[in-house]
């Protein structure tokens, strides 16, 4: 959702004729909003809003209390046409002011058997805030075609109201400068594939260290390259590791800033992504901008997003990705032809198509 946001706001500061103000909680946001120069305000982080909408407290009645926080009281005061929240925020229904919503995804209807969209009491935070996004934003952003169908199919919204806007590679992709002390810094194999996600069990780490495990004994050298904070299932993806006798075959690297993560594209086999999740991710778009080519999974919008670009595997077949795995790792003349559509799909889609089909969109908002 960070990455998103940055490719909205991007968006949005290329657009002629519009006034962009930035409201933010987290001070991780600085040094961007610094950057691009935008005219940004910092909210109280955990104001009555922020509690009402943890708490799932009725909506009816926040108009009742809305004045005792100093976040809705901005939101009044700040005279914009619209506020758009790009990352499913519970302003976007607590907000006074017009909004425009964002949905990334209902894998908690679709995908409801993954705890980290089910468990304590997630499911019903999410039914919550995803209910009230719908009835209460203007206009809706999805990443898709797919992501339209499961807004009507899960709460009634009419389709005009939902307007598929594909997810892009962020500006800081397209980045070609190796970092400083890049080498001294990452002990890379010569050649390795990667996974750059958090260890989510939806991730599917798991299956792709068994699909390794699988054609190990065809590709003696083969090595992964896991990038994701040491938290949520970490633990559990390195005893898998171990359990398989993977430990000199795969890499932790844990957190990596977005420089390194351009670098370590570019130098990798492939991104092999067999997530459960979608609709779509932006992990294969950044990729396939530094000439990776793209493993993943074949469910919900990806085939819209990345059409014949990529490799698809069937994630929950071990078979189907150790094959993917295999092919792409031994086959030069298979690994320059995904490479080379892989950039071809990324001309297609830029940063700046996305910014002028946002620009669309909002013109269908009334002023």
């Known amino acids: 959702m960070f990455q998103y946001s940055l490719s909205i706001l991007d968006a949005l500061l290329r657009l002629p004729d519009t006034s962009v103000l930035v409201a933010y909680e987290s001070a991780e946001w600085a040094p961007y909003l610094e950057a691009r120069r935008v005219k940004a305000v910092r909210l109280d982080h955990r104001g009555l809003g922020w509690w009402w909408a943890r708490l799932c407290l009725p ?21 914009m046409h619209y506020w758009l929240f790009p990352a499913q925020d519970h302003w976007t229904y607590l907000c006074p002011s017009p909004s425009i919503g964002v949905i990334h995804d209902l894998m908690h209807r679709y995908q409801s058997h993954f705890p980290e969209v089910s468990g304590w009491g997630r499911y019903w935070a999410r039914e919550y805030r995803f209910r009230n996004i719908c009835r209460n934003a203007r206009l809706l952003l999805v990443d ?38 890049f080498d001294m810094r990452f002990s890379l194999p010569a050649k390795y594939l990667f996974y750059p996600a958090q260890f989510w069990q939806h991730k599917n780490h798991n299956g792709l260290l068994r699909a390794i495990a699988k ?27 171990k359990k398989l006798g993977l430990d000199d075959a795969v890499m932790f690297l844990s957190y990596v800033a977005d420089a390194d993560l351009q670098e370590l ?17 932006i992990p294969p778009l950044e ?81």
């Open 59 to 79: 909506l009816s009645l926040w108009k009742y209390f809305s004045s005792l926080d100093s976040t809705a009281r901005f939101f009044s005061n700040s005279q």
């Open 144 to 181: 898709s075609k797919i992501g339209q169908q499961h807004v009507i199919e899960s709460y009634g919204v009419p389709a005009g109201k939902i307007h598929p806007l594909h997810y892009v590679a962020p500006t800081h992709s397209y980045t070609t400068s190796t970092p400083d002390d």
């Open 215 to 241: 054609v190990r004994h065809e590709c003696p050298d083969i090595r992964l390259v896991l990038a994701g904070k040491e938290r949520l299932g970490h633990k559990r993806v390195v005893r898998e590791a």
């Open 265 to 281: 594209y570019r130098r990798a086999r492939a991104l092999v992504m067999p997530t459960f999740f979608g609709p779509t991710n």
């Open 287 to 367: 990729a396939q901008v530094q000439g990776c080519p793209v493993i993943i999974s074949n469910v919900y919008g990806m085939p819209e997003l990345l059409g014949d670009s990529v490799c698809y595997v069937n994630p929950l077949s071990e078979d189907s990705i150790a094959e993917a795995v295999r092919r792409i790792w031994d086959d030069d003349v298979y690994h320059a032809s995904l490479k080379q559509e892989g950039l071809r799909r990324s001309r297609q889609w830029t940063p700046d198509h996305f910014s002028r089909r946002l620009e669309e969109i909002l013109r269908s908002l009334p002023r």
